[in-house]
């Protein structure tokens, strides 16, 4: 219709009209492509999420303050991170990840965006599969990020995003607050499960009492699982863990492995202020 409309204008003009009009007539059909030129830009220019999924705007600031400088990073589907829609105790939200399909994992962390502490934990496997079950506190909605290292020096980020109310990391935890932390502080629970028919791998569960302070409440210092360390019966490293200030009060967690470890396990560690954790845990 435009072509059509134009030359029928063109006919009825003066030859200096009809040379104006053909010359306006190629001047829009060439400029046409320039109209989406600042979209273009506009896509490349405007996306300071560094090509997230999830377009957080936190994730390069993330990448710069927990990889180094010439970490390759790559998002990675393969990395399974279940989390509810909803965290409906902002306290307990609970998330289990399973990087098994990327092969030898040297070592996980976990971060989340729009915490106040963003590195909720690091986790290498050792004898352990690269999978990890858990709770952890969240301040409000946002995606939660598993990185895994790769033994050709690759991280690998899996990803989900959970909605909040939010607050779970500026209140204080059940025990600080009705004060019976200081009669339970480090002690341990935790049992060997064996392979079954909904679950191929044995599973270690293991629950610490501590109250996990984030330091974000007022009058109440951090106060922190720092270090865990699961041997077996011959004293071989099974898996390493180290918590930080946004795992929830009391923490639980599972660790998944091919093969049933001679026990009985040991569990050791400390936290933040050197009190010692030493348990032993039944088959």
């Given at each position: 219709m435009m072509f059509s409309s134009t030359k029928q204008s063109i006919g009825k003009k003066s030859p200096l009209g009809v040379f104006l009009g053909i010359v306006l007539l190629v001047s829009n059909f060439f400029a046409s492509p320039v109209l989406s030129a600042p979209a273009e830009l506009?896509?490349?220019?405007?996306?300071?999420?560094g090509g997230d999924p999830l377009g957080s705007m936190q994730w390069p600031d993330m990448k710069g303050?927990?990889?180094?400088?010439?970490?390759?990073?790559?998002?990675?589907?393969?990395?399974?991170?279940?989390?509810?829609?909803?965290?409906?105790?902002?306290?307990?939200v609970p998330v289990s990840f399973d990087a098994s399909a990327l092969g030898k994992v040297k070592k996980i962390v976990?971060?989340?965006?729009?915490?106040?502490?963003?590195?909720?934990?690091e986790f290498i496997p050792e004898k352990a599969k690269p999978a990890l079950n858990f709770r952890f506190k969240l301040e409000q909605a946002s995606p939660i990020r598993v990185a895994a290292l790769t033994e050709d020096g690759v991280w690998h980020v899996g990803y989900a995003f959970?909605?909040?109310?939010?607050?779970?990391?500026?209140?204080?935890?059940?025990?600080?607050?009705?004060?019976?932390?200081?009669q339970t502080l480090?002690?341990?629970?935790?049992?060997?499960?064996?392979?079954?028919?909904?679950?191929?791998?044995?599973?270690l569960r293991v629950q610490v009492s501590h109250p996990m302070d984030t330091g974000l409440v007022a009058g109440v210092p951090?106060?922190?699982?720092?270090?865990?360390?699961?041997?077996?019966?011959?004293?071989?490293?099974?898996?390493?863990?180290?918590?930080?200030?946004?795992?929830?009060?009391?923490?639980?967690?599972?660790?998944?492995?091919?093969?049933?470890?001679?026990?009985?396990?040991?569990?050791?560690?400390?936290?933040?202020?050197?009190?010692?954790?030493?348990?032993?845990?039944?088959?």
């Open positions: 506009g896509a490349v220019k405007g996306d300071l999420t303050q927990f990889f180094d400088a010439d970490a390759k990073t790559v998002f990675d589907s393969r990395i399974k991170v279940t989390v509810p829609l909803f965290a409906e105790d902002a306290m307990n976990v971060l989340v965006d729009r915490n106040p502490i963003r590195k909720v934990l959970i909605e909040a109310a939010g607050g779970g990391c500026t209140v204080p935890g059940a025990t600080r607050a009705d004060g019976s932390w200081p480090n002690k341990v629970a935790g049992k060997m499960f064996d392979a079954n028919q909904l679950r191929d791998d044995a599973r951090a106060f922190y699982i720092e270090e865990m360390i699961l041997q077996d019966k011959n004293k071989q490293v099974l898996a390493k863990l180290y918590p930080f200030e946004p795992v929830s009060e009391n923490p639980l967690f599972s660790f998944d492995f091919d093969k049933k470890p001679v026990g009985p396990i040991s569990l050791v560690g400390r936290d933040n202020n050197g009190n010692l954790i030493d348990a032993k845990v039944t088959q």
